[in-house]
């Protein structure tokens, strides 16, 4: 390995360093919009709870004292800001409980989902985005490629309802009855969700690769076949494959909510409907809040290391 | 060929449920919310398709339901389209600051997933039908609005822009008698593509209860309600989810068929 020259090291260090910056710009002002879209759409959330009947006048007025609504919007907008980056994310106003406890418990069921989730979608992306790149003009690979399509198309709720059935089916033909679902039904549905995307990504980096000059040389070099596809190939074509992932872990969250909601599983995506239906708008807005950041946060580490896995990348900045 | 085979099967079904839609009121059997016979008697016995758990006809909820869900998904990306062209065009024909504001605001926007976004509006208004609309519609703004930009802004390069200004025409007038019409053919595919988008926002929130009433005849609120009778009769709320991926795919299929079109080469 010969060492960098130190101009380039410097380089990569800019890069880095306005990533960072451009990232955490980004994340302020998506929590900013968070709180006034929710302030401007809704008005007085106190108001809201009267009017559907959840509060009496005057525990209206005592949660909108106690909640610093009776402020101006800048000053409670201030207020929000400084608990936020003291981790506390308020009350909720149904129970009364820590937001931040109420997340903390449920937090563990969406992750378990959504990292199961995302595997089974990468296994299935992988397999048929290679299938549909390698094999293009066979049977197989169209139907790889089709495989792909329709996971994009299906609406993750009948999805759901579709995978739920069939083992409401099965289970009946073999005469058990089913078992409380467990996290191998709501995983498959996220799974083939988030497939589709992941599956044409696969599908159109390898096949650029595959057809690149590099590969060319790789073969002029005399690799072999196996191996030409499974490193040359794959590495430049990892690297949308890795800011998809990112793109993918928020968007896995707008799947969760429903996928939980259809097997009736704990989660942060059930606490998300309740919340909103409840007219909890802390829990809400600490969600949305909490989903932001977490998407800023995958997207700079998804940038990142595309930087590191393509070298091309990191003369971009 | 094959795109062109599935892009005119698109279109015809498009056509087929939009009449429907509007036909409703005289062709279905039935009033959908109302009960008509035994709850959850089926296929045939007096009712087309059978009726859902509280005896309603399943046809009638399903002919109407094409009716709310195409609607109420069509409000919304009016109001996304709305608020994307009036923020696209400013943001396209402003330099420095309002551009980059604009710009800001939008990718702000984006770093939360649309339905996110759009389940945030509803828990600001509570739920509701028309909340949804609204909601949908204002969720899917970011990413319209830079679209909608880049498209404009790719567009200023144009001669006959410079011709316009040559001749003393003032920012507006560029704006809507030179960029709208020369845009329109990328916009209206644009706007297609996210109508598909619209459609599955609406029949998400529904399906999760955030129209606030049950018994809606809509395609999501259909998916929601027929869960509980999953084994005694799976197509009060299969068929439903079928109709809205079948839609879904072929407004994606006419986008697709649409954008290719409008690109010349």
Not at chain 1, 11 to 24: K, S
Not at chain 1, 39 to 46: F, K, L, S, T
Not at chain 2, 118 to 140: D, H, K, N, Q, S
Not at chain 2, 168 to 177: C, D, H, N, Q
């Amino acid at each position: 390995m010969v060492p960098l020259p130190n101009r380039s090291h410097l380089q990569l260090l800019t890069v880095i360093g306005r990533r960072l910056i451009e990232g955490l710009f980004t994340a302020w002002a998506a929590v900013t919009l968070t709180f006034f879209a929710l302030r401007i759409a809704g008005g007085d959330p106190a108001d809201n709870l009267l009017a559907q009947g959840l509060a009496s006048a005057e525990q209206a007025q005592a949660l909108r004292q106690q909640l610093g609504l009776d402020h101006p919007l800048g000053i409670q907008y201030l207020e929000f800001m400084r608990n936020l980056t003291r981790g506390d994310l308020g009350i909720s106003l149904y129970t009364a409980r820590p937001v931040g406890r109420v997340i903390g418990e449920q937090l563990p069921y969406t992750i378990a989902l959504a990292l199961s989730g995302l595997m089974i979608a990468l296994a299935l992306g992988f397999v048929f985005g290679a299938l549909a790149a390698w094999r293009e003009r066979t049977a197989e690979g169209r139907f790889a490629a089709a495989m792909s399509d329709l996971a994009t198309a299906l609406p993750v709720a009948f999805t759901g309802i579709l995978i739920l059935y069939l083992a409401l089916m099965l289970s009946l033909a073999i005469g058990r009855p089913m078992a409380a679902p467990g996290l191998l039904l709501p995983a498959i549905v996220l799974g083939i969700t988030s497939s589709g995307p992941i599956g044409r990504v696969v599908q159109a980096g390898l096949r650029e690769s595959l057809n690149s000059e590099y590969i060319l040389a790789a073969r002029a070099r005399g690799l072999p076949g196996g191996a030409r596809l499974l490193w040359h190939a794959v590495r430049p074509a990892l690297s949308p494959v890795i800011s998809l992932i990112a793109l993918e872990a928020a968007y896995l969250f707008s799947g969760t909510v429903v996928t939980e909601t259809v097997f009736s599983r704990p989660g942060l995506g059930r606490l998300l409907v309740k919340s909103i239906l409840e007219a909890d708008f802390p829990i809400a807005q600490a969600l949305v809040v909490l989903a932001a950041l977490f998407y800023t946060t995958s997207h700079i580490l998804a940038d990142l290391a595309a930087i590191m896995l393509d070298p091309r990348q990191r003369r971009a900045g | 060929m094959r795109r062109n085979f599935t892009f005119s099967w698109a279109v015809v079904w498009l056509i087929g449920i939009t009449v429907i839609a509007l036909a409703a009121p005289l062709i279905a059997p039935y009033n959908p919310r109302l009960p008509v016979g035994a709850a959850l008697s089926p296929a045939g016995d007096g009712t087309m398709l059978g009726t859902d758990g509280l005896g309603r006809d399943l046809l009638s909820r399903l002919m109407y339901g094409a009716r709310y869900s195409l609607l109420s998904s069509l409000a919304a990306t009016l109001i996304t389209l709305s608020i994307g062209l009036t923020l696209g065009l400013l943001a396209s024909g402003s330099v420095g600051f309002v551009d980059r504001m604009l710009l800001a605001l939008a990718n702000a926007g984006l770093a939360i997933p649309g339905l996110l976004l759009a389940m945030l509006f509803v828990a600001g208004i509570g739920p509701g039908l028309p909340t949804v609309i609204l909601a949908v519609g204002l969720g899917g703004s970011p990413g319209f609005i830079r679209l909608a930009r880049s498209i404009f802004k790719s567009l200023m390069q144009e001669g006959y822009v410079d011709a316009a200004r040559a001749l003393g025409a003032g920012r507006v007038r560029i704006a809507l008698f030179h960029l709208l019409p020369n845009a329109m053919p990328q916009l209206v595919a644009l706007a297609t593509t996210h109508y598909a988008w619209a459609f599955l926002g609406t029949t998400t929130l529904t399906f999760l209860g955030l129209a606030g009433d049950p018994s809606l005849p809509e395609w999501g609120a259909m998916l929601d309600a027929g869960r509980t009778y999953l084994i005694q009769a799976p197509i009060l709320s299969l068929l439903p989810g079928l109709l809205i991926t079948l839609t879904v795919f072929a407004v994606h299929r006419a986008g697709l068929g649409l954008s290719t079109s409008s690109q010349p080469g």
